[in-house]
């Protein structure tokens, strides 16, 4: 009898080690959410939202970057803009220049207009929004704030040079100043 009560101790205690070993290598995500579960910019490109607090409605923007071979010279502004609400928005981009935070410059204006449910792209495959002068050098940031009649957001604007994905992103012939 003692050696059946022996047999059942070394199963029973592999199988505790087994519980403790699962219990650890799961612990991350047990107190860590998942990647997938929390938006984040997966780009080169930055992310804004309106929310408007009357009708809970949202436009989301999306990867929106400036493409610019050198400062002084013309740029392209790319992203895209989601209306998740019920109802068409207009939503206003500006780009400004806050190198003096107090008084910032308007670098460039844009109006978009969006379909409930649609996402409209700007740059080339969508809404031209291109730049005359840009006051930034690739690699520094500008700001672009989007307002529509419920709100408005400011969010960061990369400078990106025209290589590689953004080769082809280029202000048109006659860019808005």
Request: aromatic share 4%; charged share 15%.
């Amino acid at each position: 009898m003692k050696r059946r009560t022996r047999r059942l101790v070394v199963p029973g205690r592999v199988a505790v080690v087994g519980v403790a070993v699962a219990a650890l290598l799961t612990g991350c995500s047990f107190s860590n959410p998942a990647t997938v579960a929390t938006p984040y910019a997966a780009s080169d490109g930055t992310h804004g939202e309106l929310k408007n607090a009357a009708t809970g409605e949202n436009v989301r923007l999306r990867n929106f970057l400036l493409v610019a071979a050198a400062q002084g010279g013309a740029g392209a502004v790319s992203g895209a803009i989601a209306n998740n609400g019920t109802r068409p928005v207009t939503v206003q981009l500006t780009v400004l220049d806050d190198t003096d935070p107090a008084q910032p410059q308007t670098v460039g204006r844009a109006s978009v207009e969006v379909a409930p449910g649609e996402l409209a792209r700007i740059g080339p495959a969508g809404t031209p929004f291109d730049l005359a002068s840009i006051p930034a050098e690739p690699g520094e940031k500008l700001v672009i704030q989007a307002a529509t009649g419920g709100g408005s957001t400011k969010f960061a604007l990369p400078v990106l040079p025209p290589r590689d994905e953004y080769a082809t992103v280029t202000p048109s012939a006659t860019p808005a100043g």
